[in-house]
């Protein structure tokens, strides 16, 4: 059996509980990292085995565990096997394409949500999904990349008179959520930015390309929506739950991280319906553009239509036409076409036709 599948659909008709990495595979190896603290002491290091941790579980100190890489199916099961961890919940941290939610067992919490990110230049969103299990003096992280996302948790652990360092299991939960959370108001304004500029090129100069960039906007944003929109029903049920291991102290900063995605979520719904008026704007443009162009073409229509009736007429070249013998008619004809050019468009600018 293959260690990692690229799609959900290659799992059909595996037993439920089959480990399986589901997902591109960003590192090809699994890093462990370790951070053991309370208000007096701190540890950090890497270890390279899940053995390791079989000494702090009788510790009354809190054990942070990050690891950065799932394509280790070996790994994600020996935690499981260490610390009773029910195997769908082992299916779902694997699982890379997984929908954000919460979930309670009895001495352990588990949460899945994505972390968005982008790429430099170019409002192009990264995803990354993030699994949190929460025991009484254990968290664990599980993410797909190595990066510095939790690089300023990091440095806020560092300081022995942080709140960080008083705090329970629960508290440096919120912790994690809030970073992960918080990361999208980076996105927001990018996503400010680059509708400014679209919504400016749409003004002066739309071209098939500002179309293309506008289509591409709302598929990224249709997938920003879907990361973070169930974030609100994942903070509530956090809330309304009833569980010994988030005390009534955190609760509040739940709810502050509540609000923040409540506040993203808006500000999403906001752009998505900017984005539908910047395409409503984008096809008048088009429209204006096509009908200043008709009404151009409709003015040279309609002042060489009645010289072409004229230049028909006297074409025919029937023996007896009077005109045709007259010395003066060649010059006369150019002075009628002058002159009725002249009053044409001067009768289309008292009209504002052009």
């Known amino acids: 059996?293959?260690?990692?599948?690229?799609?959900?659909?290659?799992?059909?008709?595996?037993?439920?509980?089959?480990?399986?990495?589901?997902?591109?595979?960003?590192?090809?190896?699994?890093?462990?990292?370790?951070?053991?603290?309370?208000?007096?002491?701190?540890?950090?290091?890497?270890?390279?085995?899940?053995?390791?941790l079989i000494e702090y579980k009788e510790k009354e100190t809190l054990t942070w565990v990050n690891i950065e890489g799932l394509s280790n199916v070996a790994l994600i099961?020996?935690?499981?096997?260490?610390f009773n961890i029910h195997p769908l919940v082992l299916e779902d941290i694997l699982n890379a394409h997984h929908r954000p939610k919460f979930e309670e067992a009895d001495d352990y919490l588990y949460i899945v949500l994505k972390s968005l990110s982008m790429e430099d230049g170019t409002f192009s969103v990264n995803y990354e999904q993030?699994?949190?299990?929460?025991?009484?003096?254990?968290?664990?992280?599980?993410?797909?990349?190595?990066?510095?996302l939790?690089?300023?948790?990091?440095?806020?652990?560092?300081?022995?008179?942080?709140?960080?360092?008083?705090?329970?299991?629960?508290?440096?939960?919120?912790?994690?959520?809030?970073?992960?959370?918080?990361?999208?108001?980076?996105?927001?304004d990018a996503l400010d930015i680059t509708t400014d500029a679209l919504e400016d090129e749409l003004l002066s100069n739309p071209t098939s390309q500002t179309l293309v960039r506008i289509q591409q906007l709302k598929r990224e944003l249709i997938g920003v929506r879907k990361s973070i929109s169930p974030l609100r029903e994942l903070l509530t049920e956090i809330m309304r739950s009833?569980?010994?291991?988030?005390g009534k102290k955190t609760q509040i900063y739940f709810r502050d991280v509540h609000d923040h995605i409540l506040h993203i979520t808006d500000e999403i719904e906001s752009y998505r319906?900017?984005?539908?008026?910047?395409?409503?704007?984008?096809?008048?443009?088009?429209?204006?553009?096509?009908?200043?162009?008709?009404?151009?073409?409709?003015v040279f229509a309609s002042i060489f239509i009645p010289l072409t009736f004229v230049t028909g007429v006297?074409?025919?070249?029937?023996?007896?036409?009077?005109?045709?013998?007259?010395?003066?008619?060649?010059?006369?004809?150019?002075?009628?076409?002058?002159?009725?050019?002249?009053?044409?468009?001067?009768?289309f600018k008292k009209k504002r036709w052009v």
């Open 242 to 246: 009833d569980t010994p291991l988030i």
């Open 130 to 148: 993030i699994s949190i299990l929460v025991f009484k003096n254990f968290l664990f992280t599980f993410k797909e990349k190595r990066n510095s």
């Open 314 to 347: 006297y074409g025919m070249n029937f023996q007896y036409m009077p005109e045709l013998a007259w010395k003066w008619g060649y010059p006369a004809v150019w002075l009628f076409f002058i002159l009725f050019t002249i009053l044409s468009l001067v009768y």
């Open 150 to 188: 939790f690089l300023p948790l990091y440095k806020r652990l560092q300081n022995n008179k942080a709140r960080l360092r008083s705090q329970g299991s629960d508290y440096l939960a919120y912790a994690v959520l809030d970073i992960i959370v918080d990361k999208n108001f980076a996105l927001l």
């Open 77 to 82: 099961e020996s935690v499981g096997q260490l």
């Open 1 to 52: 059996m293959a260690d990692s599948l690229s799609n959900l659909s290659e799992k059909s008709g595996m037993p439920p509980g089959t480990l399986v990495h589901v997902g591109d595979v960003l590192e090809t190896e699994s890093t462990i990292s370790l951070v053991d603290y309370n208000t007096e002491h701190l540890v950090e290091k890497r270890i390279d085995s899940i053995d390791e």
């Open 273 to 298: 319906d900017m984005l539908t008026g910047l395409l409503d704007i984008y096809i008048s443009s088009v429209s204006n553009r096509m009908n200043e162009i008709m009404k151009v073409l409709t």
